[in-house]
């Protein structure tokens, strides 16, 4: 199963709601982010072509599916050391990724609805949310721990441009088993989950 939107849409939080309603319901869940398997910087990031760089080096989804998804989907229990990092560092440090009898693995992060990679989900969630709505989220947050003006800069020049660029190539709202509105500037929604 995927959980996936824009940067900033709250696809953490609907996921790890989801997880809780799954594991409610009696079913052993393994939620489990993308955002580790992010490639370091220099490989995530080119100044000549922040968008298309982004879209395409961010995750080491590649290395994500092979070493722990797939195995884990094939077990259903995994014991996994790989890289790992976070948004800001600049080297890997390891992490193990193990869960016992497993039901249902839920992957939460962007990119997810990529074309190569939907046939690995029996369902799919598209957070739907509007640029601004998730730029507000993003400052208010301290996104990345950067100062306001920084991750306004970061997210106008390089993840929303990946993102439009995700939706040109992949529809992954079109992709989605079902979108989950999580936006109240969107029609039909209130607060929103996040």
């Known amino acids: 199963m995927a959980v996936s939107g824009i940067d900033a849409s709250g696809k953490g939080f609907v996921a790890a709601r989801l997880g809780e309603a799954l594991a409610a319901g009696g079913l052993r869940v393994a939620v489990l982010?993308?955002?580790?398997?992010?490639?370091?910087?220099?490989?995530?990031?080119?100044?000549?072509?922040?968008?298309?760089?982004f879209y395409e080096h961010a995750i080491r989804f590649d290395e994500m599916f092979t070493r722990l998804v797939m195995p884990f989907r094939e077990?259903?229990?995994?014991?996994?050391?790989?890289?790992?990092?976070?948004?800001?560092?600049d080297a890997y440090r390891p992490?193990?990724?193990?869960?016992?009898?497993?039901?249902v693995?839920?992957?939460?992060?962007?990119?997810?609805?990529k074309q190569a990679f939907r046939r690995h989900y029996d369902l799919?969630?598209?957070?739907?949310?509007?640029?601004?709505?998730?730029?507000e989220r993003a400052v208010r947050r301290g996104q990345e721990?950067?100062?306001?003006?920084?991750?306004?800069?970061?997210?106008?020049?390089?993840?929303?441009?990946?993102?439009?660029l995700h939706m040109a190539k992949d529809s992954p709202?079109?992709?989605?088993?079902?979108?989950?509105?999580?936006?109240?500037?969107?029609a039909g929604s209130e607060d929103g989950w996040d």
């Open 173 to 186: 709202r079109a992709a989605a088993s079902e979108v989950l509105i999580n936006d109240p500037r969107l």
């Open 124 to 135: 799919s969630f598209w957070v739907d949310c509007t640029f601004e709505t998730a730029l």
């Open 95 to 103: 992490h193990v990724y193990e869960f016992g009898d497993t039901d």
């Open 145 to 164: 721990g950067l100062a306001p003006a920084e991750t306004v800069r970061i997210f106008r020049t390089i993840y929303f441009p990946a993102q439009h």
């Open 33 to 53: 982010g993308v955002d580790g398997w992010l490639n370091l910087p220099p490989l995530r990031y080119d100044p000549a072509r922040p968008a298309e760089r």
């Open 75 to 89: 077990a259903r229990t995994c014991r996994v050391q790989a890289d790992y990092t976070e948004e800001t560092a």
């Open 105 to 113: 693995i839920l992957l939460e992060g962007i990119f997810l609805l």
